[in-house]
């Protein structure tokens, strides 16, 4: 069955550099979450999407932004980096219409900011 | 506030062993509460549990929930050491769409 895809895998930038993740959900599905993990911490949640609108807001910085495109895909845009955003970025998806609260989460994009 | 408390927070055994895995948690408005498995990249989906005393079962994995008494179990039989990962307890948000994860139990199965 096909996943979450997400890239890319590995990402190195420097500092004040810009980056851009992408996220493409499961097919038919119609809601995008973004989240953080950092070293040895749980995965933050930073922003949703459903049907192509912002759907929540967790705690992502004023330097990144994200949106969600018409096929769905979404991507997320990280300026400014800083040596703090070093970190895991996982998408998930999820069917909402579904009523399942299951989120399926992707492999992962691994930032490093130098 | 919501909550998930898991423990231990740290496990080691040997291969063979079984282990059972716990979480407990305050959660206002319960939907569900769900299991993921964590290794080097992202939490891999177990179950979802929404109903109080119903197992639910993959291989040598179940878990089960209690809500009466607000915890869940995770059990894993015969382990091995493909086992060895971060065994994630979470349930979905009330007020936004985010899965709020417990801090998770770190299993080492020794070979």
């Known amino acids: 069955a096909a996943g979450v895809i997400q890239s890319p895998r590995h990402l190195i930038k420097e500092k004040r550099e810009t980056a851009t993740l992408k996220c493409y959900p499961i097919p038919r599905h119609d809601t995008v979450y973004w989240y953080q993990q950092g070293p040895g911490q749980d995965p933050q949640f930073l922003i949703s999407?459903?049907?192509?609108?912002?759907?929540d807001k967790g705690s992502i910085p004023d330097r990144f932004s994200a949106q969600q495109f018409s096929d769905y895909h979404s991507e997320l845009n990280m300026s400014s980096l800083e040596l703090g955003d070093s970190a895991l970025y996982f998408c998930?998806?999820?069917?909402?219409?579904?009523?399942?609260?299951?989120?399926?989460f992707g492999p992962g994009t691994r930032l490093t900011v130098l | 506030e919501d909550k998930v408390v898991q423990s231990p927070l740290s496990l080691v055994v040997h291969e063979g062993d079984t282990v059972t895995l716990n979480c407990s948690y305050e959660?206002?408005?319960?939907?569900?509460l769900l299991w993921y498995k964590q290794e080097k990249k992202a939490p891999t989906f177990l179950f979802m549990l929404t109903s109080s005393g119903i197992e639910k079962k993959s291989g040598r994995l179940s878990s089960i929930l209690d809500k009466k008494e607000l915890f869940s179990i995770l059990n894993i039989t015969a382990t091995q050491t493909g086992d060895s990962a971060v065994y994630l307890c979470a349930f979905p948000s009330n007020r936004d769409d985010k899965i709020i994860f417990g801090k998770g139990t770190r299993l080492h199965i020794l070979p």
């Open positions: 998930a998806s999820s069917l909402r219409t579904s009523l399942s609260d299951t989120q399926y």
């Open positions: 959660v206002t408005n319960f939907r569900s």
């Open positions: 999407f459903y049907e192509k609108m912002q759907s």
